[in-house]
């Protein structure tokens, strides 16, 4: 399940780009400000949200997701209204297809370098505790490339572009080169979460 945001200045400007088959570019979902939940393609059906990218052994993510577009154009807050509305969404979702906390993802974290959405304004900490998506805790440092591959994002990246990716989501405010936090909090989540644990592919 991949979430992302519009980056365009209204719901009803997306939907029309989302519905047009000349932009070949298409999501599941999209959520309106006001928490108004489009279904633009069946949850069985292939839309066109990824494009380029990998989470863990998974290199065709269009054909292994459902994308949740949230109307936002990138650089204000998410509307209370807008993530009720996806948190009872995933819930839904996660009863019919059975998806494990850890497979709650963003754009950004299967796409790094090329992809920033939902972005730093984006609450994933209220996410997990409602169960859709992880939190670290820290654990003791290990090699941050290695762990940070355990835990499902691409080794085609250099480090400073994982970096990135990975703070967008757990230390949006944070800066600087790599720490020991840095390396601990992803230590954590490759223990507890390691992507192909289930064995999914292609």
């Not at 490339?145 to 757990?170: E, I, K």
Request: glycine content about 8%; overall charge negative.
């Amino acid at each position: 399940m991949v979430i992302h945001y519009t980056a365009m200045q209204t719901a009803r400007a997306a939907c029309d780009t989302l519905c047009n088959l000349k932009t070949e570019v298409s999501a599941h979902y999209l959520i309106a400000e006001d928490g108004e939940v489009i279904s633009l393609v069946d949850e069985a059906a292939r839309a066109w949200h990824a494009g380029a990218g990998r989470w863990g052994a998974v290199t065709d993510v269009n054909s292994r997701s459902i994308g949740i577009e949230l109307a936002n154009p990138g650089d204000c807050p998410f509307a209370a209204a807008q993530m009720d509305a996806l948190e009872a969404l995933l819930d839904g979702m996660r009863q019919r297809w059975a998806i494990r906390p850890e497979r709650f993802i963003g754009h950004s974290d299967m796409a790094p370098g090329r992809k920033i959405d939902p972005g730093a304004k984006f609450d994933w900490q209220r996410l997990s505790r409602a169960g859709f998506g992880v939190w670290p805790g820290l654990a003791t440092p290990a090699d941050f490339h290695t762990m940070a591959r355990r835990f499902g994002y691409t080794a085609d990246v250099p480090d400073d572009v994982l970096l990135s990716a990975f703070r967008l989501r757990f230390r949006p405010d944070h800066s600087g080169p790599l720490d020991d936090t840095d390396r601990a909090l992803i230590t954590d989540l490759a223990n507890r979460f390691p992507v192909d644990a289930s064995g999914l592919t292609a």
